[in-house]
C-alpha cells in the first residue's frame, strides 16, 4: 500500500495569526506541526498545549528548524523583518517556504528571495496574500475572464484597516521590524487587483503618494494613495490606510466596457456586492448576495451561495485560513507552483517597492523594476 503522503511543518511564530495558521495546520489531514520556533517560550508552550501538541516540539533556535532533517516547510509567521532572512535561509537548507507577507522588508532579500526560488524550483514557495482566498474574489475572477464586464477600464480596490497594535503587536509601529505600510496590508489589495486583471492586463507603471502617522505613531508613513497603470490602458487605484479607518474597508469599483462590479466590505451583507453585465444581467444592476431580490427579480440563477466569503473582517480568526494553508500543502504535496509563490507573485511585491520609490521621488516608476535602480534607491535609505 502507498505510504500517504504528510507535509512535515517547522512552523516560526506563533503570534495571534501564527496561533490560528497552526490550528488550521492541525486540522488538516496531511500535514503536521513536527517542531516550533517562538521566542515568546511561554507563547509558545501555551499555544502547543492549547492544539494538544506536545510542548517538547518548542524549539530555541531558527536553526534548530531548518536543521531538522524532518521538517519538510518552514512556514513563517514571525514579524515582517525575519521573513527575509528566515526565507532565505530556509531556501538554503532546501526547505520549502510558505512566508506571511510582506516577503521581504528589504530589498536585497526579496531579490535574493526571487534568484533562490529561481535556481530551486523544486521547492516549494508561497507569500500569503490572503484576501485571494475568499469566495467573492474567485467569482469575480470567473466573471472578468469570461469577459462579462468586457475590457476593464478602471479598477479600484482599498486597503483601509487601522492594523493590530495591540500588547506585544505594537511592533508594528517600528520601522525597523514592520518595514513599510505597503507590506504591512495594503499589499493585499494591490495583490488582488493584479489577480483579477491577469491575464487580460499587467502593471507597467506605478505613481504614490503617501502621508506620514496622523493617528497612532506609526514611524512610516502609514497612508498611501497608489495608481497603477496597465498594460491595456486600464488603471487601478488603491487608498491605502493602516493608520485609521472606521472598520474594514477593502472596497472594489470596478467598470469595464460591459459592465460594473462594485464591493463595499462596511455595510450589511445583502448590499455589500452589485454588478452588472450587458451580457449577463442585461445590463440591470443586481445583488447576487441577496437571494429575495435575486428572485423577485427573476435572477435567482445568478445569487450567490449563502457561504460566500467576502474579505470585510480584520480579525485573523475569520479570514479564509483554511483555505491558504490548504493550498500551499497541496501545492508541497502535489508538486506544483501557487499562483502566489515567490516568483509569480513577485509583481505584486514590485508594486510596493515601486509605490515607495514613487513617493518619495515625486515620479512614476516602471515596471517591471529597473532592480539596479531600486537597489541604489533603497541603499541609500
Ligand atoms: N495575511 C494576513 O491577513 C495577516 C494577518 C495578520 C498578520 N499577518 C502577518 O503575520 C505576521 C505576524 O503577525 P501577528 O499579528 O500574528 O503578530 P504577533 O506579534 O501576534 O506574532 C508574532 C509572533 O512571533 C514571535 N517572534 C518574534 N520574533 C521572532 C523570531 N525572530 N522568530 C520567530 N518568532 C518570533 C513573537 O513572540 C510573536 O508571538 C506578520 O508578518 C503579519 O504581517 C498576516
Partial sequence: MLEKKIVKVGFVGAGWMGSVQMK????????????????????????????????????????????????????????????????????????????????????????????????????????????????????????????????????????????????????????????????????????????????????????ATNLESQVRGFEVEPIYNILIKFDNGATGFCFGNIDSSNGYDAYHNISGTEGGFIFDSQTDRTHKVRYYSNKTTDGKWIWPLDREKCKSEGVEELCWPDDTTTPDSGNVVEHQTDRCVAHFIECVKDNKRSFLDFRHSSIVAEIGWAAQISAATGKEVALPLDKAEAKKFFDAQ
Fill in 24 to 207: 488550521r495546520i492541525v486540522d488538516h489531514p496531511d500535514a503536521e506541526i513536527v517542531a516550533l520556533f517562538e521566542t515568546n517560550t511561554q507563547r509558545g508552550e501555551e499555544v502547543l498545549e492549547s492544539l494538544g501538541l506536545s510542548k517538547d516540539l518548542l524549539v530555541d533556535s531558527f536553526d534548530k528548524i531548518i536543521n531538522n532533517p524532518d521538517v519538510d516547510a518552514v512556514w513563517l509567521v514571525s514579524p515582517n523583518s525575519f521573513h527575509g532572512p528566515q526565507s532565505i535561509a530556509a531556501l538554503e537548507a532546501g526547505k520549502h517556504v510558505f512566508c506571511e507577507k510582506p516577503c521581504a522588508t528589504k530589498f536585497d532579500d526579496f531579490c535574493r528571495q526571487i534568484q533562490l526560488a529561481e535556481e530551486k524550483p523544486e521547492l516549494k514557495t508561497f507569500v500569503d496574500y490572503l484576501i485571494n482566498f475568499d469566495t467573492m474574489e474567485h467569482n469575480l475572477k470567473n466573471m472578468i475572464k469570461a469577459g462579462d464586464f468586457g475590457k476593464i477600464t478602471q479598477i479600484q480596490i482599498n486597503y483601509r484597516h487601522p492594523v493590530n497594535i495591540a500588547g506585544d503587536k505594537v511592533w508594528k509601529l517600528s520601522r525597523e521590524i514592520m518595514g513599510d505600510a505597503i507590506g504591512m496590508g495594503i499589499i493585499h489589495s494591490l495583490s488582488t487587483m493584479v489577480t483579477l486583471m491577469s491575464p487580460q492586463a499587467k502593471p507597467v507603471g506605478v505613481y
